[in-house]
């Protein structure tokens, strides 16, 4: 397939690709709106509910297929996928922005997560505790939910669903899915590896549409769980919808993450990692950087350091090999993000770097670095899901560390210090759900528990063994001899 053709959008339902009968859907490049990457019909209503009906029919056999047999399919779409990485890389780099580079790795990351899920069986399986009665033990068993809906962002096409559809799978749950309606294609390649691997029909079903079809997974009656990746404000939504329909939801939302640099840092090293932090991805990752504290004795060192290497930073077509940096995921997202700058510099924040984006089109937006008074603004509460650094400055390090707490949210921190001792204050102080130490705020591993603390997520967190804790519940068996 050449770089120029309009791939044909379809939904996924009981095993069969079908034409949706919704409005159509064209997903353009945004580096080049022009460009249709893909398109098609979108999923109505009624094609939520056969899909929800083919999860439900098919529930009770993928439940009693052996946890072996379920990590098989994973283990082989993982394969195709890797086999894929070089095409749908691109294919993600045009369709969302990110550049080939990080869209391949993207595509790499989501066969790394089903290979890893392949794995499960050999794993932990359920407990065994003591009874206080002769002849007695107390088993603690794991049993799949039944259906799940899975809703998830536009900014990791590939890896969130595979981290949210891998777990859901493997232990034993069938899946209604609906991604972002901005990066459908590279949904559908997620569900063509696992038709192509052979899952049985109905176990995951894929329609693309508008938010209107969440609502209608949320609010549907066969649906016994919700895992949603994105906005707070949507996540807050479907978690007091689910709340009312007594469905338990898993929601990862929103991020205004911090990196700190202490006096004692390695400032080469810290200044690399703060702008992979903030900028890789376009700053389109709910860890991101978006906040950066600095200890007033190296401030104007560190941004002097960071905006010479910015000055090297490119921005453009992220199909072209020697780019940094690409597009934002749509013309409205720049336009909401360069508004958020403006109200910024209104209410007092000083512009110390901006990049070039002349000639480049509507959806880029120049990395930015904003340092900003002390007193309220914007640009230090709001998720603007940009290149845009704020940064302020702190005399200490317990001020470094408040300011790092200074938010509603507590997704993620980066800290760099070479004493061990504030590594510890660190870890007791700063209050989220993922701590780096001397590395950049973005990145997660898939045997460890991902999610955020305060109101950056809901429901027990994602990946590693906190997985099974959402995609699961325990039955406690009380095990007598006659």
């Known amino acids: 397939m050449t770089h120029t053709e309009t791939v044909q959008l379809r939904l996924l339902i009981n095993g069969q690709w079908a034409q949706g009968a919704g409005k159509e859907l064209a997903s353009s490049s945004p580096a080049d709106p022009e460009k249709v990457v893909a398109s098609g019909g979108t999923a109505t209503v009624e094609d939520v509910d056969a ?19 379920r990590g098989a399919y ?34 790499l990351r989501a066969a790394q997560i089903l290979t890893y899920y392949s794995a499960e069986s050999d794993r932990l399986a359920g407990e065994v505790f003591s009874s206080p009665r002769r002849g007695e033990r107390i088993l603690v068993t794991r049993k799949p939910l039944g259906v799940l809906g899975v809703i998830t962002p536009f900014n990791f096409p590939i890896a969130i669903p595979a981290w949210k559809i891998a777990p859901a799978l493997v232990f034993g749950n069938t899946v209604v899915w609906k991604p972002a309606s901005t990066v ?40 016994d769980g919700l895992t949603f990746t994105g906005s707070t404000r949507v996540g807050r939504k479907l978690a007091a919808t689910a709340a009312e329909a007594g469905v338990p939801i898993q929601a990862e939302m929103g991020g205004k993450n911090a990196s700190v640099v202490l006096e004692d840092a390695d ?31 190296i401030a104007e060192v560190f941004l002097t350091r960071l905006r010479e290497r910015l000055s090297e930073w490119k921005t453009g077509d992220p199909t072209d090999p020697s780019v940094h940096m690409g597009p934002v995921v749509s013309v409205s ?30 959806a880029f937006v120049a990395p930015t670095v904003l340092e900003l008074p002390t007193g309220e603004n914007n640009a230090w509460r709001d998720e603007f899901f940009g290149p845009v650094l704020a940064v302020r400055r702190a005399a200490s390090t317990a001020e470094a560390f408040a300011l790092a707490n200074d938010s509603a949210y507590g997704l993620s921190c980066a800290v760099f210090t070479q004493d061990l001792s504030k590594v510890l204050e660190a870890m007791e102080t700063i209050d989220v ?32 063994g906190a997985a099974k804790e959402f995609f699961t519940h325990t039955t406690t068996v009380y095990l007598r001899g006659a």
């Not at 899909?51 to 047999?69: F, G, H, I, Q, V």
Request: negative net charge; hydrophobic residues 45%.
């Open 51 to 69: 899909a929800m009906d083919a999860a439900r029919t098919a529930a009770a056999n993928w439940a009693a297929t052996p946890m072996a047999e």
């Open 184 to 223: 459908p294609l590279l949904a559908m390649r997620l569900a063509q590896a696992l038709v192509q691997a052979g899952l049985p029909d109905g176990v995951m079903n894929l329609v693309i549409g508008p938010g209107a079809l969440g609502d209608r997974i949320v609010n549907h009656p066969d649906l």
């Open 74 to 107: 994973l283990a082989r779409a993982a394969g195709i996928i890797t086999a894929n990485a070089d095409a749908w890389g691109s294919e993600l780099a045009r369709e969302e922005g990110k550049t080939f580079a990080e869209g391949r790795g993207e595509v």
């Open 433 to 464: 759900g993922i701590l780096h130490v001397n590395s950049e705020s973005a990145g997660a591993d898939p045997h460890v528990p991902f999610g955020g603390a305060k109101k950056s997520g809901y429901g027990p967190k994602e990946q590693g």
């Open 267 to 297: 400032l080469e090293l810290a200044v690399e990692q703060v702008l992979f932090g903030a900028f890789r991805s376009t700053g389109q990752k709910c860890t991101a950087t978006s906040r950066l504290i600095l200890q007033e004795s």
């Open 333 to 362: 997202a720049a336009e909401e993000i360069r508004a958020g700058i403006a109200a910024s510099i209104t209410a007092g924040a000083t512009v110390r770097f901006e990049g070039d984006v002349v000639g480049l089109g509507d």
